[in-house]
């Protein structure tokens, strides 16, 4: 099925990218299959994570359906294109409209694309998890393929200057993104929900932390690196001040993964 808004989309990303210099690479792709409902729960390091994500899975073939922040739905042009992709809009204050959405396009046999934490983390590691895409799962039996990118957050992200103020994008040439998708993960019809959620997150985390040591993006020697996580060596904030700078909804699953939380000193 043809589908011109998708396809302009995708050419308008390519061109950015292209005047950027970016280079997207992926690997795992084998793990999203050609056809078939399948969810894409990514973890979220910047703005524009569903571009590099969304033009990975087209290497597979897979127009991904995302969910987005329902406000993005209030620009009437920016509106109309998002209901001609079939992305779903999600109002967190009401979330069952989504996730009901969601469920008819697996039904569908769509690619679902989910971003769990909710919001992008601070400290660059994977926060608490919202437990709506373990439960499309079970109930569906759709499997969940774990997704993991890093290089976008130097580009566009909430990371904050000395002073306090949100960084403007770098526009710099020449940056990397990977892209990973993880072996899918099933969800049994009577799994608790705090659990697989917890497999979910060690599981985006393992994805992570791997793209994280490549030493193409790794800091250089002696740089200062607020894009990078603390644990490994960069500068962003640390897991225990990020918990004063992440808006968490308070039906996420919190951590049980990923570096421990040091007490306050």
């Not at 979910?200 to 791997?210: P, R």
């Not at 644990?231 to 919190?254: F, K, M, Q, T, W």
Request: glycine share 8%; charged share 20%.
């Amino acid at each position: 099925m043809k589908e011109p808004w998708y396809d302009a989309t995708v050419v308008l990303a390519r061109t950015a990218m292209a005047g950027l210099g970016l280079t997207t690479r992926w690997s795992g792709e084998e793990n999203v299959p050609e056809s078939g409902p399948v969810l894409l729960a990514s973890v979220h390091n910047s703005y524009p994570d569903f571009l590099f994500v969304g033009k990975a899975a087209l290497s597979r073939g897979r127009h991904v359906r995302f969910m987005c922040r329902h406000d993005i739905w209030h620009v009437p042009v920016v509106r109309r294109a998002m209901d001609a992709m079939r992305h779903i809009p999600v109002d967190r204050q009401a979330p069952a409209a989504a996730y009901l959405r969601a469920r008819r396009l697996l039904a569908d046999g769509e690619a679902v694309g989910v971003f769990p934490e909710a919001g992008i983390s601070h400290s660059f590691t994977v926060r608490s998890l919202m437990p709506g895409t373990v439960a499309l799962a079970r109930e569906t039996g759709v499997p969940i393929v774990p997704v993991a990118l890093w290089g976008g957050q130097r580009i566009a992200t909430v990371s904050r200057t000395p002073e306090g103020r949100e960084r403007p994008p770098e526009l710099a040439r020449g940056r990397l993104v990977d892209v990973r998708f993880g072996a899918p993960l099933p969800v049994a019809a009577d799994e608790d929900l705090a659990e697989a959620t917890h497999r979910l997150g060690h599981a985006l985390t393992d994805l992570l932390e791997g793209l994280q040591r490549l030493p193409a993006h790794r800091p250089r020697a002696g740089e200062h690196a607020p894009w990078h996580p603390a644990h490994l060596g960069g500068h962003a904030p640390d897991r225990r001040a990020a918990l004063d700078l992440d808006e968490v909804p308070s039906s996420a699953v919190p951590p049980s993964w990923g570096p421990p939380v040091r007490p306050s000193s």
